[in-house]
């Protein structure tokens, strides 16, 4: 057992572990001047290195500070019950909780995470505790309570049947609450009293778009790259990551790169992409998808969308296949993406590109992990674009990749991304290089990441299947499609508000509305034939793309994601929809 925090609760958690007859292996704590507590030598910082297999326990009373490391770290938490506590076989009790001597867990009781159930606490059937919750020293709650996150209740207080306590609440010791509290409301007295309600408890925690979210096995493969000194962009970590991505996409050829941007560009260096050559490329997506077109001085042309996978419409780059082919403009390169982890219509795309011989780059920055009859995207195209940025499925803190079948490519690619320098002992360049090489360090984090990516596919795929549950009935609201044989990351889950179905809520009302609840979302993207500076460049197609950003919606999405947090999200778009 590990503890993080060298105070006076520390001293309770030891002494629980030890009548439970387990060793603490090491206490750490960011104060640096404390070396000893219950005669075990304080380890100083906490390392996530140092007894990586042991559960950890944050012994610190301070529910906010509890919280804050608890977010903080990746570490496998442990469980404490005192072995005087009782807790009835049917009681749930989250890692990281703590119940010490004398306390009761009656039938039924479900605990949260991080949650500090002190000495002699009595909790009676039903009762429901959410995480970081701290009932201090003889608390008792009678049956079918309801506690709500981060609240202190203090020692001796009784809350008696069928109540239910909000979140960030604090109470006062001995208090005895008879009724409802809500959240971030201080309480005193017999019967409770609300004191004040705290204006920033209502405001929680952010919750983002999408952050990384760590292994816990990064700093392993980083901390290599340093022992051996290895801090370039080449070396071990880069060919393992690369020889890795190769195994999980099935990809024979993989070039690790500084970014998703960077392999675009070299794919089309790869096409012989030149000056006023002609590329086809899906309008809905990322600039990314489409800048590095330009870079070479050849013209983009945006396909729409179609409405199932809302990405490139085999109907719209049929028309600009032919129209061009008529033309004697033969296209170079098809640009097609897999938005927000959604396989495209690949079938389809595939026979056009072979009908026509174009070549198909693949642009799965978004979709790693996605499959398309069983078989991975970014392998499917003549190459595949990865993206590790910091918000995508996994990250290098920024990164990219490219991947191919085609070894030439690869090697190609390899070669121009290192300056092209030719071989002699000298520099010597017979071509124009680029310096689009992946970090050794950065590679390092990749590895770390990509050791779970199927966790963090699971994870993702679960968000969308909560908000499906939870908000498919809204009216006018819907969500991109996986069409039969495919499997989506579900980077994003987005959704669509059709305002003529909606009551006359829009995308936009919602979106703000969560913005004040500081939740992150995000309109889907821009098109590109709507982009300023794509203006006046060729475009086929309808009004799809226009109406999915119009009315598209890109959800918190993180695979970092906790229940609480997804139910705040549905609650919050619930209550927009009812708002207006
Ligand atoms: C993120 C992304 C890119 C670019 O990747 P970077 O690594 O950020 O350069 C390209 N295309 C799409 C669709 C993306 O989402």
């Known amino acids: 057992m590990l503890i993080y925090g060298a105070g006076g609760h520390a001293k309770v958690i030891i002494s629980c572990f030890n009548a439970n007859g387990e060793f603490v292996k090491a206490i750490f704590d960011d104060d640096l001047s404390k070396t000893e507590l219950s005669e075990i030598a304080v380890a100083g910082n906490y390392d996530p290195e140092l007894f990586h297999d042991e559960p950890l ?31 009835d076989k049917s009681a749930v009790i989250g890692e990281g909780t703590v119940v010490l001597q004398g306390s009761i867990l009656q039938a039924d009781t ?18 429901k505790i959410a995480d970081f919750v701290h009932l201090a020293p003889g608390v008792t709650l009678c049956g079918n309570v309801n506690i709500g996150e981060n609240t202190l209740i203090g020692a001796g207080s009784i809350v008696v049947p069928n109540i239910s306590i909000g979140s960030n609440c604090l109470i006062a010791a001995g208090s005895v609450i008879t009724h409802n509290i809500p959240d971030g409301a201080i309480v005193r007295g017999n019967p409770g009293r609300i004191i004040k309600v705290k204006e920033n408890s209502i405001i929680e925690n952010k919750i983002w778009l999408s952050s990384p979210h760590q292994s816990g096995s990064e700093m392993k493969y980083i901390l290599e790259a340093f022992d051996t000194n290895w801090l370039a962009p080449i070396g071990p970590n880069i060919d393992l990551f690369e020889k890795e991505l190769g195994t999980y996409t099935n990809c024979d050829h993989v070039a690790a790169l500084s970014s998703g941007t960077a392999a675009l560009h070299l794919a089309l260096i790869m096409l012989d992409v030149k000056r006023d050559d002609i590329v086809l490329c899906q309008s809905l997506t990322f600039a990314a998808s489409a800048n590095p077109i330009t870079y070479l001085g050849a013209k983009p042309v945006f396909i729409d969308s179609e ?74 195209g003549d190459m595949g674009v990865l993206s590790f940025n910091g918000n995508k499925v996994i990250t290098t803190s920024g990164g990219g990749a490219l991947l191919s079948n085609n070894e030439s490519f690869i090697t190609k690619a390899r070669f121009l991304a290192t300056q092209a320098r030719d071989n002699a002992a000298h520099y010597e360049h017979s071509q124009i290089g680029y310096n689009y090489r992946l970090s050794n360090v950065c590679a390092g984090i990749g590895r770390g990441q990509l050791e779970v990516i199927e966790k963090r596919v699971k994870q993702r795929r679960a968000n969308f299947e909560f908000y499906k549950e939870r908000l498919q009935n809204l009216p006018g609201l819907s969500f991109q499609n996986e069409l039969p044989e495919s499997f989506s990351n579900r980077w994003l889950t987005a959704m669509s508000i059709d305002p003529s179905l909606s009551d006359g809520v829009n995308r936009e009302q919602i979106r703000i509305h969560l913005q004040q609840q500081n939740i992150e979302s995000r309109p889907v993207w821009k098109p590109m034939h709507m982009q300023p500076v794509f203006k006046n460049t060729p475009y086929f197609g309808g009004r799809m793309a226009e109406n999915i950003f119009e009315n598209g919606l890109c959800l918190p999405s993180g695979s970092n994601l906790s229940t609480q947090d997804l139910s705040r999200i549905c609650d919050s778009i619930e209550a927009g929809f009812n708002k207006s």
């Open 57 to 87: 326990i944050i012994a610190i009373g301070n529910n906010k500070i509890r919280r804050t490391i608890a977010q903080k770290i990746w570490h496998q938490f442990g469980i404490a019950v005192h072995p005087t506590a009782i807790a």
């Open 110 to 127: 479900v605990i949260g995470r991080h949650v500090i159930i002190n000495t002699r606490v009595i909790v009676e059937h039903e009762c």
């Open 307 to 380: 409405i199932n996978t809302w990405n490139i419409c085999p109907d719209a780059l049929e028309e600009a296949l032919k129209y061009y082919t008529r033309k004697g403009k033969k296209p170079k390169a098809v640009i097609g993406v897999h938005l927000y982890g959604i396989p495209c219509q690949l079938e389809e795309i595939l026979y056009l590109c072979q009908k026509y011989e174009i070549p198909f780059v693949e642009d799965a920055a978004e979709a790693l992990g996605s499959t398309y009859k069983g078989k991975k995207l970014g392998s499917w």
